[in-house]
């Protein structure tokens, strides 16, 4: 059978992807070496793993892979707590979004809430794998897409070995290759019609035979020579066998998602601060611990001195052993077998060496200062104290997250919010308020830290009304300074309040007002209700001050 021409397409993103994977090659020995220390499972950047393996054979020590686990499991709790609702969907310009505008948004939200934590997405499966690729390598490949059947969205992370790509002049991701293998049969029942005849043949007597395959993504306007694509990127599956294009589609995203923790210029791929920073306490302690162990293997299993031509058989020091001695050696020169005298004073210190170096790695992994700091000291410490720790816990955790916020989370949340949109899961366009047409969708997030920042809104507000109530006595007109309404929408939206619960502002300016004209009248109301009495009292008191006026004398009977 003859083999199809090579499609000139294919031969130059290969060619292209080749040179990206080659150019990092000394890179994947650096990855390797950190998954050797720090997690196992992917430790298999240079070489091939064999399944069934044992892992950890080169380790005496688990802490460092504790560390990293530790490490990715807080990321994940504090960037995604699945108990809480962790992303808002926004604008850029939240102040000329009107009240529907704000209320389909927190539709949105719960609409691709629902979408994310769908059985089928696989989303919580895809997050956790990123995670522990993003402590230990400082980057992850994640992909976002609908599955096979169009009915939910699908989350998939790919390992960084297989996955490539370059920077444009303003440092964002452009073009991205991915290595893959895909069953013959699979090959074939997704690219019926352009999958070449070798595969179709392979698919019929070797059905689970793998093929490999290139995934690229390229800007449009590269690809082509520049021809106008009505979107913004290029979505190409390769063939590998007979370089020839399976599919290309024009596509509004790239669909992946490749979150950076620590860039230097100069580089298309990032850094883990933990990983980078710990490895050499993490091979050090790996040599200390083996000192150690044998160290004390020898004193339980001490080295031993037996005179040479006494002995008269193997040396057994095992429970119940038996070494025999000749019968003419004299113990007067001496015991025929004895243990060496060992000096067991530098144990505590390696011990105490060794101690410090887990504090070290810890340090390392940030895991010091992830944790709340205590809040304790009974009644003995101020308000003001318990609010210097919080904003010493934020200064230390903000660097850490906050970038992660904007580019994990931040990538997830846009590619998917995108699929959803298009796909009408949102519901019509025509029914998106105006002030939402045409509006930058962006995100905010929720986690422990921003609600301990937004929280502070309300406190706040509770510290301005307590300074007016100083002054207000001094200064009546204080009370206007301060925008109150707006301090306390404003406090509110801080503590999570949903936008449901909310009055639009033109609305809650009438229901001021008919409160105030409501209050208008009733003093009023009041004000004729106290002139009626006054009135109904001095006609009833009228008899009597007439006959008073008769009785009393006059001033000339009185003279």
Same mark, same amino acid.
């Given at each position: 059978m003859a083999s199809q021409t090579p499609d000139k397409r294919a031969q130059d993103l290969i060619g292209e992807g080749d040179k990206l994977f080659g150019d990092r090659l000394t890179l994947m020995s650096l990855w390797q070496e950190i998954a050797y220390n720090t997690y196992l499972e992917r430790a298999d950047f240079t070489l091939q793993r064999i399944m069934g393996n044992t892992l950890g054979e080169n380790l005496m020590t688990s802490y460092p892979l504790i560390a990293r686990r530790e490490l990715a499991n807080t990321l994940g709790t504090m960037l995604r707590p699945k108990e809480t609702e962790w992303f808002f969907a926004?604008?850029?310009?939240?102040?000329?979004?009107?009240?529907?505008?704000?209320?389909?948004?927190?539709?949105? !939200? #719960?609409?691709? /809430?629902?979408?994310?934590?769908?059985?089928?997405?696989?989303?919580?499966?895809?997050? @956790?794998?990123? =995670?522990?690729?993003?402590?230990?390598?400082?980057?992850?490949?994640?992909?976002?897409?609908?599955?096979?059947?169009?009915?939910?969205?699908?989350?998939?992370?790919?390992?960084?070995?297989?996955?490539?790509?370059?920077?444009?002049?303003? !440092? #964002?991701?452009? /073009?991205?290759?991915?290595?893959?293998?895909?069953?013959?049969?699979?090959?074939?029942? @997704?690219?019926? =019609?352009?999958?070449?005849?070798?595969v179709k043949s392979i698919a019929d007597k070797e059905p689970l035979s793998e093929i490999e395959y290139r995934h690229v993504v390229v800007p449009a306007e590269d690809y082509e020579g520049g021809r106008r694509f009505r979107r913004k990127w290029m979505s190409i599956y390769i063939a590998c066998e007979g370089e020839k294009v399976l599919e290309e589609t024009n596509v509004r995203s790239p669909g992946y998602v490749i979150p950076r923790w620590q860039t230097v210029s100069g580089s298309q791929y990032a850094y883990s601060p933990a990983t980078v920073c710990g490895l050499p306490d993490m091979r050090l302690i790996q040599a200390m611990t083996l000192t150690l162990l044998e160290a004390g293997e020898r004193f339980t299993n001490p080295p031993m001195i037996a005179v040479q031509e006494a002995i008269r058989s193997d040396i057994a020091v095992y429970a119940g052993g038996i070494t025999w001695v000749d019968s003419a050696y004299d113990e007067r020169l001496g015991e025929v077998l004895r243990p060496l005298t060992q000096d067991k004073g530098g144990m505590p210190i390696g011990r105490d060496m060794r101690n410090d170096v887990k504090e070290a790695i810890a340090e390392c992994f940030f895991l010091n200062k992830l944790q709340m700091p205590e809040i304790g000291g009974g009644p003995?410490?101020?308000?003001?104290?318990?609010?210097?720790?919080?904003?010493?816990?934020?200064?230390?955790?903000?660097?850490?997250?906050?970038?992660?916020?904007?580019?994990?989370?931040?990538?997830?949340?846009?590619?998917?919010?995108?699929?959803?949109?298009?796909e009408g899961a949102f519901g019509p366009v025509n029914e998106i308020p105006r002030s939402i047409m045409g509006a930058d969708i962006r995100f905010r997030f929720e986690s422990p830290l921003t609600e301990i920042i937004d929280s502070q809104k309300g406190a706040r507000l509770a510290t301005a009304k307590q300074l007016l109530a100083t002054v207000v006595d001094v200064d009546p007109t204080a009370v206007y300074v301060l925008d109150w309404q707006a301090a306390f929408r404003d406090a509110l939206e801080g503590n999570r309040t949903p936008e449901a619960w909310f009055h639009d502002p033109k609305i809650a300016a009438k229901l001021a007002a008919a409160h105030a004209q409501a209050a208008q009248q009733a003093q009023q109301l009041q004000d004729l209700q106290a002139g009626s009495n006054i009135a109904k009292n001095l006609g009833a008191a009228a008899p009597g001050l007439s006959q008073l006026g008769a009785t009393m004398p006059t001033p000339q009977q009185a003279a």
């Open positions: 926004e604008t850029t310009r939240m102040d000329r979004i009107d009240t529907a505008g704000k209320k389909w948004l927190e539709r949105a !939200t #719960r609409t691709q /809430r629902r979408a994310l934590y769908d059985r089928e997405s696989l989303f919580v499966k895809a997050c @956790k794998e990123g =995670d522990h690729d993003f402590a230990a390598f400082g980057q992850a490949a994640l992909y976002v897409s609908l599955n096979r059947d169009h009915d939910a969205l699908l989350f998939r992370t790919f390992h960084l070995r297989d996955v490539a790509w370059s920077e444009d002049e303003e !440092t #964002r991701i452009t /073009r991205i290759h991915r290595k893959g293998k895909m069953t013959a049969q699979a090959m074939v029942r @997704k690219w019926r =019609d352009t999958v070449s005849p070798e003995q410490m101020t308000a003001f104290e318990v609010g210097q720790r919080v904003q010493e816990y934020i200064r230390q955790a903000l660097p850490i997250f906050e970038p992660m916020e904007q580019e994990y989370n931040g990538g997830l949340c846009d590619a998917s919010f995108d699929i959803l949109l298009h």
